[in-house]
């Protein structure tokens, strides 16, 4: 392991401008949902969130091939939020970075290589596990650190109280799934927040 401090990032909405093609891919299956109701699923664990919702119009089966089949490659299309590949690897200089999504490992993987930004020890993808929880404890014993050494970058609800839970801290950007207005209740849980992604630097070179 390098002997750096570990940046986890969340792919997307901190990464990847992908809140709009998830809303449509969900569409798919619950067509009443709402723009508003498809954010909401993320102020916990999205997966417990969606089984919250009325019955889809597809089997669990039928929308994981649909999503691997049609939506994951047509994700590999979606831009990166402006500025972030430079962030990413500014902070590959100092800290080891890596990934705690509930997208998968794979598509993540090539998105990333795609964009020239595979600078990432790491991705803990869905299919390790739908709990970040487990990822995250899964990344502190991985890679032998405590928690205080770990800053997690994030722009949902649920993954902060998730990294809450284990006491790791947490770096809300505001321009990803949630805006800043979900977050009111939750200044004391998170570090600081970031408006844009230069803002994601700043904030750790002034930590330093």
């Not at 509930?102 to 790491?122: M, Q, R, V």
């Not at 990344?139 to 649920?158: Q, S």
Request: hydrophobic letters at 35%.
């Amino acid at each position: 392991m390098k002997n750096k401090k570990i940046i986890i990032f969340d792919f997307d909405g901190v990464i990847i401008d992908s809140c709009e093609h998830a809303y449509h891919g969900n569409l798919r299956s619950w067509p009443d949902l709402k723009l508003e109701e498809h954010k909401n699923l993320f102020s916990g664990n999205i997966f417990e969130e969606l089984e919250k919702l009325p019955p889809a119009k597809h089997s669990e089966e039928e929308r994981s091939r649909w999503w691997k089949e049609e939506h994951n490659p047509k994700k590999k299309h979606l831009p990166v939020f402006d500025g972030i590949q430079d962030v990413i690897k500014q902070l590959a200089k100092d800290y080891t970075l890596v990934i705690n999504t509930s997208a998968d490992s794979k598509s993540t993987n090539e998105y990333l290589k795609d964009g020239n930004i595979n600078l990432f020890d790491a991705i803990y993808g869905n299919e390790i596990s739908k709990s970040k929880i487990e990822k995250f404890n899964r990344i502190l014993a991985d890679y032998k650190i405590d928690p205080k050494d770990c800053i997690f970058i994030t722009d949902t609800v649920g993954d902060v109280l998730d990294a809450n839970a284990l006491s790791i801290p947490t770096l809300v950007v505001t321009y990803g799934y949630q805006e800043m207005g979900y977050f009111s209740s939750l200044h004391d849980k998170v570090i600081g927040f970031a408006d844009k992604p230069s803002d994601i630097l700043n904030f750790l070179t002034d930590l330093k």
